[in-house]
């Protein structure tokens, strides 16, 4: 069969790899992909979020299944234009994409059904919002309702950094139309953790966990980034803590979608705030997670494509999923200078003697051909993944890998995984 790949990222790459693995598939597309894809698909020169022109591209060469990493095209409607054509695709529809493209939607949708988060009010009018403010006091959490490329939630620790995340948001729109709303949250304390499942609008079948590293420096300091590592198993998704997070949070919130007429088919992903085995819902995304997906994918044994067909279809209750027992680290390479601005262009090397570490596999994300070569061509540059017996022999392996690489300016966290160490070794 012939499968194409929607998006650019590092997600995206993980997601052909482990396609490319599959003996039902004889090619695939990526558009617009990126250098590491580019060596085991062929790349489009169309952006992810061209709906019309890719949907014209896979209805020309009839392709038999699409994937859509990131949620621009989601929220765009890429999956219904597709379905409306009679092409099979994977992922949420424009309504389902909501849970992610509208945070007012969902903090509304999560009082109705019941489901854990944190309290919340959204307002359109300053002066409300201002009052309210004032009224809680700090710590507050302002967000803008839209998607704003993970820039549109303020950390406020004090009322007048609220205030001023506030008037950011609401009335310089810092972030366009996605702040035409503002919700105002309490500030929740924790460990973050990333559940991830596919659903099918009725079944829910768990990845297994993970957890993100989404500040740009060690220790979880500085500014908020896509996310600089990812690792799974997540120890603080005890089995106490993953059974609420199906029952009281996954379960509901994909019947409350139902029952809302947003139907929800593709990955859900809960980011969660567990304290004292409590976990609470910070957001949802409508996709994998970027770098969650690099060493999630890596944990799944067989075949990825009769989940994603089952999935589509309706049949997940019958499908099974096969699990790498051990467990998987991914460490982000950043250009320097991200989240702020960056340089491009920076030549990479030691990708080959990277790629020769055992059980370690260097997923790109910001990366592009010059005259040959690989250079930086964003902000995360690459994801370098391993496997190992527990998470400290996947954290050396992954490290391992990551010191053959280098290029002018590139950055890492040296600590991914340290959370999970210092929990095992609590328990
Ligand atoms: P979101 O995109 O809503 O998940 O927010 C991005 C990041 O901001 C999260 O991963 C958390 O680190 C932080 N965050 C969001 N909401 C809250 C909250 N209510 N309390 C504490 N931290 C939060
Ligand atoms: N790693 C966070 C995200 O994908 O949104």
């Avoid at 060469?61 to 949620?71: A, C, H, M």
């Avoid at 390479?333 to 601005?341: D, E, I, K, M, T």
């Avoid at 998470?391 to 959370?419: L, N, P, T």
Wanted: aromatic share 6%; proline share 5%; glycine share 12%.
């Amino acid at each position: 069969m012939k499968v194409l790949v929607v998006g650019s990222g590092g997600r995206e790459h993980a997601l052909v790899w482990k396609i490319a693995q599959s003996p039902r598939v004889g090619k695939i597309y990526c558009a617009p992909g990126n250098a590491g894809i580019a060596q085991m698909a062929e790349c489009l020169s169309i952006s992810a979020e061209d709906v019309k022109g890719l949907t014209a591209w896979a209805e020309k060469e009839k392709i038999d299944l699409t994937v859509v990493g990131p949620e621009a095209p989601l929220t765009l409607g890429m999956v219904d234009v597709f379905r409306a054509r009679g092409l099979r695709v994977f992922g949420p529809s424009q309504k389902g994409a909501e849970i992610e493209g509208s945070k007012a939607f969902t903090k509304e949708l999560m009082k109705k059904y019941g489901i854990p988060t944190g309290e919340s009010e959204t307002f359109t009018d300053p002066a409300a919002a201002i009052k309210y403010i004032k009224g809680k006091g700090a710590p507050l959490v302002v967000k803008a309702d839209g998607l704003a490329a993970g820039k549109g939630v303020i950390i406020c620790r004090t009322v007048e950094e609220a205030l001023s995340a506030l008037d950011l948001i609401l009335v310089q729109k810092a972030f366009g139309a996605a702040g035409a709303k503002v919700v105002v949250e309490e500030f929740l304390e924790g460990e973050e953790a990333s559940f991830l499942a596919f659903t099918d609008g009725e079944t829910v079948l768990p990845l297994p966990t993970s957890q993100d590293h989404k500040a740009i420096y060690d220790n979880d300091q500085g500014p908020n980034t896509g996310g600089m590592g990812a690792y799974s198993p997540a120890p603080v998704v005890t089995e106490k803590v993953h059974r609420e997070a199906m029952e009281k949070i996954m379960i509901p919130t994909v019947r409350g979608m139902a029952r809302e007429g947003k139907k929800y088919q593709g990955v859900l992903y809960a980011g969660l705030m567990i304290k004292d085995e409590k976990p609470k819902v910070l957001e949802f995304n409508a996709r994998f997670g970027d770098p969650e997906a690099q060493p999630l994918l890596m944990r799944m044994k067989g075949d990825l494509i009769p989940v994603l067909e089952a999935t589509i279809d309706g049949k997940l209750s019958h499908h099974k999923m096969e699990l790498e027992d051990r467990s998987s680290v991914c460490v982000v390479l950043a250009s320097g200078g991200y989240p702020g601005p960056y340089e491009k262009g920076k030549v990479i090397s030691g990708l080959q003697e990277a790629a020769r570490v055992r059980d370690a596999f260097v997923f790109h994300a910001g990366t592009a051909l010059k005259e040959g070569k690989v250079v930086t061509n964003g902000g995360r540059v690459l994801g370098v993944t391993a496997l190992g017996n527990g998470i400290q022999e996947a954290i050396e392996r992954a490290y391992e890998a990551v010191a053959k690489i280098s290029w002018e300016g590139a950055y890492y966290r040296k600590d991914i995984g340290h959370k999970a160490l210092a929990r095992n070794g609590r328990d």
